[in-house]
């Protein structure tokens, strides 16, 4: 019930997670991601453990192949799940368990892997890794882009209701967490997408005021700093 893209900026040492869903906050229980060390997307019939599990795998030393398939082992139900992973160096892993639901399949690319379950045909994870790669910009404009490019490419197979992005940089809190929990009659990656567009060109300052609030710019709002 879930397309996802997770990936790595070669630039700038940055880690993402994109992913929309017809169940209900799906960035919430599915995305995972840790500044210097890797991310995950922890799908299908969900067990949000494999998230951290995979990032202390990953933190220790372990390939995202070593810590994909270590989750694997260590969960007792591997069939129902799907993880996917990206480490420090770029390699990804997945894992897709023999009871996904409906059409599900993977795809991977430099610094990123896609994969679904409950997907209208089998070319949406190919289509967000091609979005991913062609596409200019940073960590989150390009997968917003790739978001896009599973609904455009026909997304899931019912319609999806929630959508997340998760960016890590260099501090041990999110650089972004953008999510849209729950809607009726409208895209959530539009939502989502919408949500970037206003939230990027103030990241960084979000970013300063956490670090040196006497350097950080005020937005000029009743109370600001």
């Not at 007792?76 to 990206?86: E, F, K, S, T």
Request: glycine share 10%.
């Amino acid at each position: 019930m879930t397309f996802s893209i997770v990936a790595r900026c070669a630039k700038t040492g940055q880690f993402g997670v994109a992913i929309s869903s017809s169940s209900p906050a799906v960035a919430a229980r599915c995305a995972w991601a840790k500044a210097g060390v890797g991310a995950v997307s922890t799908q299908n019939v969900t067990n949000p453990a494999l998230g951290a599990f995979v990032l202390e795998k990953l933190q220790s030393g372990a390939t995202a192949a070593e810590a994909v398939d270590a989750a694997r082992r260590h969960d007792a139900y591997p069939d129902y799940r799907q993880v996917l992973a990206v480490d420090a160096k770029g390699e990804t892993s997945i894992h897709s368990g023999t009871r996904a639901l409906g059409i599900w399949t993977s795809a991977t690319g430099k610094d990123c892997v896609a994969g679904g379950n409950l997907l209208a045909n089998d070319g949406i994870p190919s289509a967000m890794i091609a979005a991913f790669e062609s596409s200019d910009g940073s960590l989150g404009d390009r997968l917003i882009v790739a978001l896009k490019a599973a609904v455009e490419a026909g997304g899931e197979a019912g319609p999806v209701h929630s959508a997340g992005l998760l960016i890590v940089d260099r501090q041990s809190w999110p650089y972004a967490e953008l999510r849209i929990d729950w809607v009726d009659d409208t895209c959530p990656v539009a939502a989502v997408s919408r949500a970037w567009e206003i939230y990027q060109p103030e990241a960084d300052d979000y970013i300063t005021r956490a670090l040196d609030p006497q350097s950080a710019p005020s937005y000029g709002v009743p109370g600001d700093a």
